[in-house]
């Protein structure tokens, strides 16, 4: 019996397997995480907006705080303050200075029109940040459920970012723990590569607090004992699911607990790089030999090889760069 290609079973196979490739949750943690990332930059850009939009009402008013700065762009009347409303916002002493500055405020007058556009700013950015909270919440809670060794020992928001950075959670669990050390520092990674300069300590885990807050001088080994620890605990949550966070949490509070107390070591003297792009430098921080001599510290000679600038002899003028003169000078014509 001859073959015939049935083009409806392979497609009907290719679907199935895409779409047990795409099933995996943590493709939907890595989502929610890029997701967060572009909140964060859309309502910097918006808040940035708004402060240079506003401040041609009311300049004098400045917050650091922007969702502060929203809320009073939309309380707040520089003609009529509500005092109330004000310091229920910014406090007390605030919404004093606050009604005081708009009072003798520099700003321009704008129509009602113009506020209610800047206002209209204002509450968007304050409903983007509304929807960064919600997301914020949603992948702590899908972490947790995901990967709950990694997100006891790291942190649900830490863990999320790591295999967002990973690609997904079966890929971080076969990375070593070199590698999620300096997870997300591939730039100077690159560059101590290529260039030779210091390579990287820490990558996304410095947003740990054990590693933020140690002294510079055991930053490194710290990140190195909890790179160590996260490696087996993507191992745990992507093969064996067993919960074994507690154990390896304890093991490396303590190794950073011990690190925490070495003293600052001893500061070496500086020394100069003699590679650069992991080629030799000759010269680079050597003995630069005399001008026109040998490196051993000879006599300095002449452009002509004899001793002395301009190669003259002992008590006589010293002859000029080009040896001597020639025939066709004219000395005429430099006496006019």
Known sequence: MPFRFDQSKFMSRAKRDVTQAIASPDLVLVQVVAAIDDTNKISNLMSERLVEWYGLHFPEFKHADPIKYAQVVLAFERTHPDQAALAALVGEDAAQS??????????????????????????????????????????DSLAARLCPNLSHIAGPSLAAKLIAQAGSLSKLASFP??????????????????????????????????????????????????????????????????????????????RANSLRGKPQPAKRPAQIQQTFGGKPRSSFGGQR????????????????????????????????????????????????
């Open 98 to 139: 606050l009604s005081g500055k708009a009072n003798r405020s520099m700003g321009v007058a704008l129509s009602d029109d113009d506020l209610r556009a800047v206002r209209a700013q204002a509450g968007a950015l304050l409903q983007l940040y509304g929807y960064r909270d919600y997301l914020n919440s949603y992948t």
């Open 177 to 254: 723990a070199s590698t999620i050390q300096v997870l997300g520092a591939e730039k100077a990674l690159f560059k101590h590569l290529k260039f030779g300069s210091p390579p990287p300590k820490h990558g996304l885990i410095f947003q740990h607090s054990a590693i933020s807050t140690a002294p510079k001088w055991v930053r490194g080994k710290i990140a190195r004992a909890l790179a160590a620890k996260l490696c087996i605990a993507a191992k745990a949550d992507a093969i064996s699911h067993h919960f074994i966070a507690e154990k390896l949490k304890e093991q490396f509070e303590a």
């Open 289 to 336: 030999p005399p001008f026109g001599g040998s490196r051993e510290g000879g006599e300095r000679r002449s452009f002509g090889g004899k001793p002395g600038f301009g190669g003259g002899r002992e008590g006589e003028r010293p002859r000029s760069f080009g040896g001597n003169r020639p025939s066709s000078f004219n000395k005429k014509k430099f006496r006019n």
